[in-house]
């Protein structure tokens, strides 16, 4: 158990229905990330917040998806008129640090949500 | 942006010690070297962190040439435990986020 818990575990629904996830980080860290990934491939980054505010997205992540970080705490990610290609792992990661170096420390990964879109 | 290449899969057997190199031929002054470790069903796991040379903790070891165009990671004596899929991540300490890339990864299978 690294610190960061992700909820749902798992989400099937079906397309075209919203689906919303939160993740809760470990409590010190002001930076958060979301990333995505499928069968066989590494996680690909999708968007990422330092405290409450979210300063990088991926071209990846379509209007359909968005983020929030409320208050610099959990963060919730929310896909809207889900597609069979929404279908994926849906990781949330934190890390500590301030400023630019994000290289520089280590990410802390959640277990992650499963969502099957039938 | 130093892009990554790594065996698709690897395969070894308890107590032997397992090296899983990465080539990195565009690596920039700046960047370091990352790896995680990654289980079914979970997120990945930070391993070891390395800019030159050699650096060793308590579950690995990196070996970094003094050109920085590849990196290896150590895992002595594994066991059925580590069978995982490692990935090898180089990046700035300044870099975006977007820019921390895993790639697909080599995939450990450790026997009996």
């Known amino acids: 158990d690294t610190g960061v818990s992700q909820n749902p575990r798992h989400k099937i629904t079906k397309r075209g229905q919203n689906v919303t996830f939160r993740c809760d980080p470990i409590s010190e860290h002001n930076r958060l990330y979301w990333y995505r990934q499928t069968l066989g491939q590494g996680p690909e980054f999708l968007t990422y917040f330092q405290n409450e505010a979210q300063l990088e997205k991926s071209r990846l992540l379509s209007d359909r998806f968005s983020a929030e970080r409320p208050k610099g705490s959990f963060s919730t990610l929310e896909i809207q008129r889900t597609e069979q290609g929404d279908s994926a792992m849906y990781l949330c990661?934190?890390?500590?640090?301030?400023?630019?170096?994000?290289?520089?420390?280590?990410?802390?990964f959640g277990p992650g949500t499963r969502l099957t879109v039938t | 942006l130093a892009k990554t290449t790594q065996p698709i899969s690897m395969d070894s057997y308890e107590g032997q010690e397992v090296n899983i190199t990465c080539s990195h031929n565009?690596?920039?002054?700046?960047?370091?070297i990352t790896w995680y470790q990654q289980f079914p069903s979970q997120g990945p796991r930070f391993i070891i962190q390395?800019?030159?040379t050699k650096v060793t903790n308590e579950v690995a070891s990196l070996f970094i040439p003094a050109d920085r165009k590849s990196s290896t990671l150590s895992l002595p004596r594994v066991s059925l435990s580590d069978t995982a899929v490692y990935y090898c991540?180089?990046?700035?300490?300044?870099?975006?986020?977007?820019?921390?890339?895993f790639g697909s990864g080599t995939r450990l299978s450790i026997r009996p």
């Open positions: 565009n690596i920039a002054t700046n960047d370091y």
């Open positions: 990661a934190s890390s500590p640090g301030q400023g630019t170096n994000l290289g520089r420390y280590e990410q802390y």
């Open positions: 991540l180089v990046a700035d300490w300044y870099s975006s986020a977007s820019k921390i890339i």
């Open positions: 390395g800019y030159k």
